[in-house]
Nanobody
Framework: QVQLVESGGGLVQAGGSLRLSCAAS????????MGWFRQAPGKAREFVAA???????YYADSVKGRFTISRDNTKNTVYLQMNSLKPEDTAVYYC???????????????????WGQGTQVTVSS
């Protein structure tokens, strides 16, 4: 019923910016949490940012102040604006749509049941 497609990844120099988009097809996610996770080679997938249906946002400490998550419920799209990028931000970025546990666990993978295929973000030094 639901398909998530990420876009906007690419290669950027340290200090640069990228804007990721995640378009959802299918049911509306206006009352579900939407999140971004990332995974570097050889490392576990980690939480990046999340936004509740109310607009409340959450961020990992490592990206706080640099990344901004937003959503457009009318377009079923979530965005991740990434500024002041660092080489350690290099990873595959995944968007995710929450399930019934997402409100309670917006920073945990268990709070999501739909995932995109990911988009590569590479930050050079």
């Amino acid at each position: 019923q639901v398909q998530l497609v990420e876009s906007g990844g690419g290669l950027v120099q340290a200090g640069g910016s990228l804007r990721l988009s995640c378009a959802a097809s299918g049911r509306t996610f206006s009352r579900n949490v939407m999140g971004w996770f990332r995974q570097a080679p050889g490392k576990a997938r980690e939480f990046v940012a999340a936004i509740m249906w109310s607009g409340t946002t959450y961020y990992a400490d490592s990206v706080k102040g640099r990344f901004t998550i937003s959503r457009d419920n009318t377009k079923n799209t979530v965005y991740l604006q990434m500024n002041s990028l660092k080489p350690e931000d290099t990873a595959v970025y995944y968007c995710a749509a929450g399930n019934e546990y997402g409100t309670t666990w917006p920073k945990r993978e268990l709070g999501y049941n739909y995932w995109g295929q990911g988009t590569q973000v590479t930050v050079s030094s």
